[in-house]
C-alpha cells in the first residue's frame, strides 16, 4: 500500500465515529509513530477528527493488563489538546469525569477499603470505566513486558472497540514479534484488526514526512536524502539536527561549502548511524578516493563497493577531505567545534573559488572520467598544469593521485617534474609532510612521493630536546612521525648520557617510553630502533656498578652482560 493511500486510509479513520481497529506495521525507523503523531496532529488543526478524546500509550516495558489499561486513562487528552503532553491538569480533569460518570458511589466503594494501596488499585479498576468513545494508539506492540500475554493486549483492543465505542491504532513492527507473541497475534489478527496497514515509504515520502523546512538548505537536504535512498526517519531526523547546527557557522563562505556540508552530513551521518544499509565509514574516507582516481583494479573491486561507487556517482561524491572528517568528528562527538570548523571551512573555500577557474582540478581529472576519446596528450598536459596553478590546494592524496597517473601512461618525467615541483613550492610547510599525523596519511601509495615526503620532513631542524618529547609522550600517550625522527637520530651514546642526566619521576617516564616503542604489535622499524639504543644505553649504565645492575634489571627489565 502505497503512502498515499495511507494517508487516506487514517483520515477516513479518524473523521469516522465507527468504532473500528487498524493496524500500521512497517520495518524498524521508517517513521510509523512519527507519521502517525504527525498526521493526527494536522488533522486536529483541520478540525478533522470525529471524537472528543485521544490517548497514545507505548507497550514498551508494561507488563500488566491493570497497568496498560490505566495508562491508557491516564494519557487521555481532549483532541484539542492533541500534541501536549499529558499533565497533572489533564489528569484531574480525567478523574472528575470518573467521578461525574460513576456518580457518588464510586467514592463509596473507594473509602470503603482498608488500606491507601487498595484506593490506587480500586481508582485504577473505576478509571477504566470511564473510558469510552477515544481514539487510542497503541505503539510498540512488539516491545510490551513479557509478562504481559498478547492474548490479553489483544481481548483488550476487542473490548475497547466493541464495549467502549473507541477507535484503536496499533503501532508495530511484526518482523520483531517472536515465537508465542507472533503465533497469537497471528491466531487473533482477523477477528480484532478490521484493517491492517503497511507502512513502506520510499525516500521521497520520507523526507517529505521528516523535513518540514522550505529554505535552501532543506531543499538540498531533501535532494540528498532523495538520492542516496534513506528511508529511516529517525536517521533523516538525525542528519536534519546536524545540517541546522552547521548552516549558521557557514554561511559567510562560499555557497558550496554549506552545499558539501549537506551533502557530507547526510552520507557520513547516514553511514555513522546505519547498521548494514549505507557505505561504511571506513570505505567512504579511505576506498571511495582510490576508486575515484583509478588506484583499484575493477576487476578486484568486490561486488558492494562497485554498487557503492555507482550511488556515489550519482551524488557526485569523490572522496573525503579535512573538511568532512571535522564533521564526522561533530557527528560522533554530538557537537562541532566552531573554531576547527572554521578553519577548515576557510581552507575548502579557497579551493571552491579556485575551482571556478578554466585551469581546475576537477577540469583536468574530468578529461579522465568523462569519455573514451584517446585524448592521453591533453590529460597529461592538464593534469601537470592544474597541479602546477593550483599547487597550494594540492593535498597529498590528491598528489599522489597525480603522480600514479602519470607513472601508469609512462609519463615518468612528468611524475618527477610534477613531484619535484610540489615540494619546491610547499617545502615549507613541515606538517603537510609529516604523512604520519595526516588524517588520510596512509592513502598516499606512491613510493616516489612517500619518499619525497620523508626526505623534505627529515631536512627540518628539529631544536626540541629528546628527554622533554620522551616525558611528554608518556605524559599525553601519544606521538608523532615528528618525535620518531627526532629520536631515531639519537645514538646509543646520545641515551647514555640523556639517562644519567635526568632526575625524578622524568627518568623513569623517559626511559619506559623510550623500551616501550619496541614491545607495540605494530611497531615499524625506526621504533624497534630506537628501542634497541635504549636497552643498549641502559645496559651500559648497569655495567658501572652492582647496585646500577640491579636497578636496570629489576626496575626496566633489561639484562645486563658481565
Known amino acids: 500500500m502505497s503512502i498515499s493511500l495511507v494517508e487516506k486510509e487514517i483520515a477516513r479513520f479518524l473523521e469516522s465515529p465507527a468504532p473500528e481497529v487498524i493496524c500500521i506495521r512497517g520495518k524498524w525507523g521508517v517513521g510509523k509513530t512519527y507519521f502517525w503523531n504527525e498526521f493526527v496532529r494536522m488533522a486536529k488543526e483541520r478540525d478533522a477528527i470525529a471524537l472528543k478524546s485521544y490517548a497514545y500509550v507505548s507497550l514498551f516495558g508494561i507488563d500488566s493488563l491493570e497497568r496498560l489499561k490505566y495508562s491508557i486513562f491516564e494519557n487521555r487528552v481532549g483532541k484539542e489538546n492533541i500534541g501536549i503532553e499529558p499533565s497533572v491538569k489533564t489528569f484531574k480533569s480525567n478523574a472528575s469525569a470518573v467521578i461525574k460518570q460513576l456518580g457518588l458511589k464510586s467514592l463509596g466503594i473507594i473509602s470503603s477499603l482498608p488500606h491507601a494501596k487498595n484506593y490506587a488499585s480500586a481508582f485504577q479498576s473505576l478509571s477504566f470505566l470511564s473510558l469510552k468513545e477515544t481514539i487510542i494508539c497503541i505503539d510498540d506492540l512488539e516491545r510490551k513486558g513479557d509478562e504481559l500475554p498478547m492474548k490479553d493486549v489483544m481481548g483488550l483492543i476487542s473490548l475497547l472497540r466493541d464495549r467502549k465505542e473507541c477507535k484503536i491504532a496499533v503501532i508495530l513492527n511484526d518482523g520483531e514479534l517472536k515465537n508465542e507473541n507472533k503465533e497469537e497475534f497471528s491466531r487473533y489478527h482477523e477477528k480484532v484488526i478490521d484493517a491492517s496497514l503497511l507502512f513502506d515509504p520510499d525516500p521521497k515520502d520520507c523526507v517529505r514526512i521528516a523535513v518540514k523546512s522550505t529554505d535552501q538548505t532543506a531543499d538540498r537536504l531533501r535532494a540528498a536524502v532523495t538520492t542516496l535512498g534513506i528511508s529511516n526517519i529517525r536517521i533523516i531526523k538525525k542528519i536534519e539536527r546536524l545540517v541546522v547546527r552547521v548552516a549558521p557557522i557557514l554561511k559567510d563562505f562560499h555557497p ?205 631542524k628539529d631544536d626540541r630536546s629528546p628527554a622533554e618529547v620522551l616525558v611528554q609522550i608518556a605524559t599525553n600517550h601519544a606521538w608523532g612521525r615528528r618525535d620518531i625522527t627526532l629520536l631515531l637520530k639519537l645514538s646509543a651514546d646520545d641515551y647514555f648520557t640523556m639517562f644519567k642526566e635526568l632526575r625524578g619521576s622524568n627518568l623513569s617516564k623517559a626511559i619506559k617510553t623510550g623500551l616501550q616503542f619496541g614491545k607495540f604489535n605494530d611497531a615499524d622499524q625506526d621504533m624497534k630502533d630506537i628501542s634497541a639504543k635504549v636497552e643498549e644505553a641502559l645496559a651500559r649504565i648497569g655495567r658501572e656498578s652492582q647496585v646500577n645492575r640491579r636497578r636496570v634489571q629489576k626496575k626496566y627489565g633489561v639484562e645486563v652482560d658481565e
Not at 572528517?325 to 579556485?354: P, T, V
Open 256 to 460: 558550496n561549502v554549506l552545499n558539501q556540508a549537506v551533502q557530507s552530513l547526510t552520507l557520513l551521518g547516514w553511514s555513522a548511524h546505519s547498521d548494514d544499509a549505507a557505505p561504511p565509514l571506513d570505505y567512504l574516507l579511505h576506498r571511495r578516493g582510490k576508486n575515484y582516481y583509478g588506484l583499484q583494479d575493477d576487476e578486484k573491486m568486490p561486488d558492494d563497493e562497485r554498487a557503492w561507487n555507482s550511488l556515489l556517482d550519482d551524488f557526485d561524491f569523490t572522496m573525503a577531505d579535512e573538511f568532512d572528517i571535522e564533521l564526522l568528528r561533530g557527528i560522533k562527538h554530538g557537537y562541532f567545534d566552531e573554531a576547527a570548523l572554521l578553519n577548515q571551512a576557510s581552507e575548502l573555500n579557497k579551493r571552491l573559488e579556485a575551482e571556478e577557474g578554466e585551469g581546475s582540478l576537477r577540469a583536468a581529472w574530468d578529461l579522465y572520467h568523462d569519455g573514451f576519446e584517446d585524448n592521453e596528450a591533453e590529460l597529461v598536459a592538464a593534469i601537470c598544469s592544474a597541479y602546477r596553478q593550483n599547487v597550494e590546494l594540492v593535498t597529498p592524496t590528491n598528489l599522489d593521485a597525480a603522480i600514479n597517473l602519470l607513472n601508469d601512461l609512462g609519463r615518468s618525467d612528468e611524475a618527477i617534474d610534477t613531484l619535484n615541483f610540489y615540494v619546491e613550492h610547499r617545502g615549507e610547510n613541515r606538517d603537510l609532510f609529516d604523512l604520519s599525523s595526516n588524517f588520510f596519511g596512509d592513502d598516499v601509495t606512491n613510493p616516489d612521493v612517500r619518499a619525497a615526503f620523508d626526505r623534505q620532513y627529515e631536512s627540518f
